[in-house]
Structures are given as C-alpha cells and as structure tokens.
C-alpha cells in the first residue's frame, strides 16, 4: 500500500505489537509490521520514517533470543524500543541489562523529564511538586510488565524517566534519533501514552499525519483495477462490517466485473439470511450481482460429532472455499476470489510479524490446493476494525449498516462450545435474538449509555446442569452472555451492563428458549482471554 510516510514496528514476538501498529494510526501516520527476521536491506528498501521495536518473550541477553542487525541503529531513523525493544537496544550498543529481582507489573507511578522530545507536553497531576516544572519533570502513570531492567544505558545516552523500582524507564542518545521506553505507550493504562507515540512519530520522525480513510479509498480503488484489469471476482459476502465495506470498495473500483455470493451455512443469526438478501439482493440498495447459497445442512452434516475448535474452524473454512469453486464453476471463469480479511484476523491467525498462532480464521491464509482462482484479493487485510468502519462512511454506506455487531466468520461454530447441532444453533440463535433486543431497549434512543458494549452475544456452553422449571426436573443446556467494551477489538474489558437488564435477560432466556436452565454472564477481560469463545 502506497503512503508518503511511513513508521515500520519490528515484531520480536510480543502480544502488544499489532496495538502498537493501531496507537501510531492513530496519529494519521501509516504504520506498518514486520518480522524482525526481515532483511536489513528490505527494511531500507521501505523507506520509513521511523522504526518501532516491539515484543519479545525471552531476556534479549539470552543464547538465541530474537535480534537485529546493530545497521538498524546506523540508518540515520529515528528508532524507539519499547520494552523487549529498549532492553535489546541497550544490549547491543553496549549497556547492560539484568533480571530485576522484583518484577515490576501494572500501573506505576513514572518520573519523567518533559525537556525529551518524548515527554513534551506532559505536565504530570494537578497536584503535582511545583518546584518540579523547574526541573522538568513531571509525573504520570504508565503500565510497567518486565521480569528485566536496563542497570546501565549504553554509551551516549541519558536517562529521561525512571520509577521507584526501575532506575531506565526511559533514556535517549538524541545526536543519533534513538530512544527506549521500559514500560508500554501503547495501551490504554498508560495516561499519556498516545501523546508520547505522536512525539515521536510527529516530532522526532517529522511525519506530517497524511493517513487518512479518504485517501485509502482513492489508493486501494487504484490497486484493485489495477490487480483486476478485466478478470472477474467473486467475494464472500456475510453481511457483515467487513464484507459489506469490502464489497462496497469492490464495487466501486470494479463494478460488474463483482459477483458477491452469500453462503448461508445455517450458523447465522437469528433471521439474519433473509436479513442479508434484503440488503444486498435484487430488492437492496447495492448494484450488486448477488447470489445466495443456502448449505446449512452441509455444514450440520460436515461438522457432526466435531468438538474441538480449531477442526471446527477449519471445517468451515475448507467448505467454505469449496462452495466457492461450485459456484464459480456455475458463474463462469473467475479469475479472483475477494474477502474482508481485516488485520486483526492476521494477527491472531499467526501470519503477523512475530505474533504465535491464537486462532485461525476461515479467510487468512490463502488458498487450498486445487482451488480454481489466480489469487486472492484482501481490499481491507491492512485496517483494524474502526478504520473499516470509516472506509464504509466515507463510501457512503448506511451508519446502521457500518456499525453493525460484529460477527466471526465462522459464525454461531465458534459461539457453540462442543458439537454443532440444529438444535444448538436454535437455543443460541433464540437466546442471541433476545439479548440484542433487550439491550437495545435499555440503551434507548440517542446518545448511548456509558455501559453500552462495543460488542455483545450470547453464546451456548457445553455445560448441561439440573433445574428446576414449574414442578418438574430438568436438566439443560447453560447460556453465557459476552458483553465487551473496546477500542481496536484487539484489547476488551467486560461492559457492566445494569443488573436490572441482565436479569430481565435471563428471565426471558430461561422462560422463552426450550432447552435453557442456566445464564451466565461472562466477565473475562481480552487478554487473557478472547473476546469469542473459540
């Protein structure tokens, strides 16, 4: 993807890296991630403007821990270390760094000296030491997470922050545009920490800030036509954010030369097929050509008796495909197939930088042996889910539309915990439908409440437990109802929802969907967990 401006983050296998990546966006700054692994002449080959060093789960003084070429600090860019990555550089230009005695996790007060590029404009608590602005300190809070600590910088440099416990929470060499962070800018707890990346992405690499979703749009409608030229495409349209916005992108580079065809696996939500054809069919507001493909009990049949994940996922994704070639095949020559990849699906799927394998998603990874398309085209593989949003707002797609809940893939098989059955998908589908209609009716009309989650489901456990419903005995399924907030999708905390309104959920749960006893509320944060359930 072209951009004028450009900061590269290394990915030394950390879990931050992609939310590094999503922080500098922020910024309007481009961003984008690589393997440490990646050639140093590569690296030069991208012209940044600046490199982030990120991630790492070993001590950078280890025999065969993850590492770079000391070039990388010779190019004449600016380079920030973030945790593992201000460890290693000190490491390699000749500080030390040790195993702390005392690891130092969470949020944490940090001193930090408002005289570095880094820390311009950080004025610190309101009740703050006055005689400190003499000085030029300030402080904050940052959030800290190392077993290691840099006991001595490297020569050249000069500490710039540093806490109770951690003498180098920061330090900088800036003759030479190098500077390393101890603790993460990158997340939410750190109060400034969205500041201190556009310092340095904006006064120290002197980006201009020119990323925006205008220019996207105008980028990608270029790259599709001129991928394309006059092949034909077809893309896989689940109705949801991402396809929607992928199919509207396509459209508009590509026109006719677009089929979209909808795959009904019978693991959608509650009416939401006829939902689909609505809006993109004949009858919708798309000029689309739509075909919809209803394999339900293809899928009930292929999945019976499968319980773990991954298989499960895999299952969909494979028949997936082969419904894919079919229809191709009954279309005519297609010469590419589309998806709405977006960047979080790479990441957890393992094919981001450094980043292990969480779980793999039906549309990454290009395609199975023997399947009848040139290549894939991937319009939206670079964005992160609010970025697809604002590509669809700027195409001009209906906001009810782009703000849709979101919705994996693989559907209602991964909010299935065990076997997928018919039955199960109507227990999940129903106890779904009521969960979405009651928070819809608590959060009113208007300005949303400050509970309302950023996304919301029910989902089917594979616990059975005993109940009690009138006189009698039963003995039936448990629903679990996930609520998150979250900015990137990529972090989540669980949304707290009013006690009222999730009891007036169970209560219509247990009393309106056969095969319910039981109703959880899950309150897992992402990490550690995930924000689906498989």
Partial sequence: ME???????IDF???????????????????????????????????????????????????GAATCSPELFELGIPVLGLCYGAQLMMHMLGGKVERASVREYGKTEVSVRTDSPLFTGITGDDDHDPTAELSHEATTICWMSHFD??????????????????????????????????FHPEVLHTVEGTRILNNFVKNICNCEGT????????????????????????????????????????????????????????LMRKDEGDEVEEVFGERGDFELNFV???????????????????????????????????????????????????????????????SAVIKSHHNVGGLPEHVDFKDIIEPLRNLFKDEVRKVGLELGLPAKLVFRQPFPGPGL?????????????RI?????????????????????????????FAAITNMRS??????????????????????????????????????????RIIGEVRGVNRVLYDLSSKPASTIEFE
């Fill in 13 to 63: 296998g950390g879990q931050y890296n992609q939310l590094v990546a999503r922080r500098v966006r922020e910024c309007n700054v481009y961003c984008e991630i690589t393997s440490y692994r990646t050639p140093i002449e590569k690296i030069k080959a991208m012209s940044p403007k600046g490199i982030i060093l990120t991630g790492g789960p070993s001590s950078c003084y280890e025999e």
């Fill in 3 to 9: 951009s004028k401006e450009m900061v590269l983050v």
């Fill in 466 to 507: 005993v109940g009690v419903m009138g006189d009698e005995r039963t003995y039936d399924y448990a629903i679990a109802l996930r609520a998150v907030k979250t900015v990137d999708f990529m972090t989540a905390e669980a949304a707290p929802i009013p006690w009222e309104v999730l009891q007036k959920v169970m209560s």
């Fill in 428 to 456: 999940v589908q129903d106890a779904d439908a009521i969960y979405r209609e009651e928070i819809a009716k608590a959060a009113g009309e208007g300005e949303a409440p400050n509970w309302m989650p950023d996304q919301y």
């Fill in 292 to 354: 919809r493909v209803n394999a339900a009990e293809r899928y009930y049949e292929k999945l019976r008796g499968v319980t773990e994940p991954e298989q499960k996922r895999k299952i969909i994704g494979e028949e997936f495909i082969r419904i894919f070639e079919e229809e191709s095949h009954k279309i005519g020559a297609v010469d590419f197939l589309a998806q709405g990849t977006i960047y979080p699906d790479v990441v957890e799927s393992g094919l981001g930088g450094e």
């Fill in 211 to 266: 990323w925006r979703m205008d220019s996207f749009v105008t980028n990608a409608v270029e790259e599709i036509k001129g991928k394309v030229g006059d092949g034909r495409v077809l893309l896989a349209l689940s109705g949801g954010v991402d396809s929607s916005v992928a199919a509207a992108l396509l459209s508009k580079a590509i026109g006719e030369q677009l089929t979209c065809v909808f795959v009904d696996h019978g």
């Fill in 149 to 182: 600590y840099i006991s001595k910088i490297a020569p050249g440099f000069e500490v710039v922050a540093h806490t109770s416990g951690c003498p180098v929470a920061a330090a900088q060499d800036k003759s030479r545009g190098l500077y390393a962070i101890q």
């Fill in 413 to 425: 098989g991964v909010r299935i915990v065990g076997e997928v059955t018919a039955d199960k998908v």
